[in-house]
């Protein structure tokens, strides 16, 4: 996989605020936070989306963000945040190397904008999408 910013990160190359580290894992403060605490967990594993990702690199992962989260929280004295993994240019990813970003909301409105253009699930069709993604997962 090409180098990123990220990579650069990774190896020192570029500077950047850190604040938890392992084997498999790394994380740091975004250079253009949402709001503050802004944080970025990201594996050591260069993998473009997280589809892409090994097992043990998304375990590592699912292991520290809740840790992460708390600290963050702690920290900034939010009580409220969000979650954020972009996959794919159309869906806002920029850096083409996997990251879950937690950002804070607080009651000055700073943190994550959320439009959420919800549909409604039809009976049938939701059925029929169901088992197409079980059988998918067969396919895993
Ligand atoms: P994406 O839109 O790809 O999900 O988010 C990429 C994030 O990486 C953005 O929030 C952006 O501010 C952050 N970012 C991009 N370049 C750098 C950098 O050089 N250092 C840090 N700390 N964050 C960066």
Known sequence: MADTIFTKILSGEIPCHKVYEDDR???FLDIGPLSEGHT???PKEPAKTLD???DESAAAIGRVLPRISRAVMRATGASSYN???????PSHQ?????HFHIIPKFDDGSGLGIAWPAGSLEGKKGADLAARIAAALQEE
């Open 83 to 89: 979650v954020l993994q972009n996959n794919g240019r």
């Open 25 to 27: 894992v790394f994380a």
């Open 94 to 98: 920029f850096v083409m190397h996997v």
């Open 40 to 42: 970025l967990v990201i």
């Open 52 to 54: 892409r990702l090994s």
